[in-house]
């Protein structure tokens, strides 16, 4: 039995504008500096039909993490997947993660447009429900990378000098602050030397492993 996917109604389409419009216009320019006039005119509606959808602009840019979060979290559940059971080896699967972070910012992807990145300290002191939504996407991005290193551990191409959590946090703080520092030079240089970190710190040594 084929399995259809459901049509977005147009109410759900006209969300999803509002949502996307003003993650591109937060990732360039800052929540606090994004005004809900601009908004509306690039993404097309008018203004009741914001209120529709948002209380406020705090439970929009809410709602902007929230989405950004899960389509984040989707995407390294994707990567995940390739692991184990005669998949990708833990260090293939951490190696595609952090490589990401510079692959894609050759393109302006990731880095340009993580909002942890963009938004982080700003939400931290400016909205503690965009900042919870923040903290708990970090908190399960961490448990995620986490994954890849006990596959890692047992498939024997990582060594862990700490325990897959702890390591996941170090790991991921360590991206994260070379991507700031990377915005702040535009250079790739520091998010090189923190990969670079990285593979000699878990990398096990041994016999080339598999590409990605």
Same mark, same amino acid.
């Given at each position: 039995?084929? *399995?259809?996917?459901?049509?977005?109604?147009?109410?759900?389409?006209?969300?999803?504008?509002?949502?996307?419009?003003?993650?591109?216009?937060?990732?360039?320019?800052?929540?606090?500096?994004? +005004?809900?006039? *601009?908004?509306?005119?690039?993404?097309?509606?008018?203004?009741?039909s914001f209120y529709h959808y948002f209380a406020s602009k705090e439970a929009? &840019?809410?709602?902007?993490?929230?989405?950004? $979060?899960?389509?984040?979290?989707?995407?390294?559940?994707?990567?995940?997947?390739?692991?184990?059971? &005669?998949?990708?080896? &833990?260090?293939?699967?951490?190696?595609?993660?952090? *490589?990401?972070?510079?692959?894609?910012?050759?393109?302006?992807?990731? $880095?340009?447009?993580?909002?942890?990145?963009?938004?982080?300290?700003?939400?931290?002191?400016?909205?503690?429900?965009?900042?919870?939504?923040?903290?708990?996407?970090?908190?399960?991005?961490?448990?995620?990378?986490?994954?890849?290193?006990?596959?890692?551990?047992?498939? +024997?191409?990582?060594?862990?000098?700490?325990?897959?959590?702890?390591?996941?946090?170090?790991?991921?703080?360590?991206?994260? &602050?070379?991507?700031?520092?990377?915005?702040?030079?535009?250079?790739?240089?520091?998010?090189?030397?923190?990969?670079?970190?990285?593979?000699?710190?878990?990398?096990?040594?041994?016999?080339?492993?598999?590409?990605?």
């Open positions: 039995m084929t *399995q259809t996917t459901a049509t977005p109604s147009k109410s759900e389409i006209t969300r999803q504008t509002i949502l996307s419009t003003g993650r591109r216009l937060v990732a360039r320019d800052g929540f606090g500096a994004m +005004g809900l006039s *601009q908004l509306l005119k690039e993404a097309g509606v008018p203004k009741g929009y &840019g809410e709602a902007i993490l929230t989405d950004y $979060v899960e389509e984040y979290l989707a995407r390294i559940d994707t990567l995940l997947a390739r692991g184990g059971q &005669g998949g990708d080896r &833990g260090a293939d699967l951490l190696m595609a993660f952090c *490589q990401a972070w510079l692959d894609q910012d050759r393109s302006e992807g990731l $880095v340009s447009t993580c909002l942890v990145v963009k938004l982080g300290a700003e939400v931290a002191d400016l909205s503690e429900p965009m900042r919870a939504v923040l903290d708990d996407g970090v908190s399960q991005l961490t448990a995620r990378i986490a994954q890849m290193l006990k596959i890692g551990a047992k498939d +024997g191409s990582l060594v862990l000098d700490a325990p897959a959590p702890d390591l996941a946090g170090v790991i991921y703080a360590q991206l994260l &602050g070379a991507a700031i520092l990377s915005k702040l030079s535009h250079s790739q240089h520091p998010l090189e030397r923190a990969l670079d970190d990285i593979k000699r710190r878990v990398m096990a040594r041994g016999p080339e492993r598999k590409s990605q």
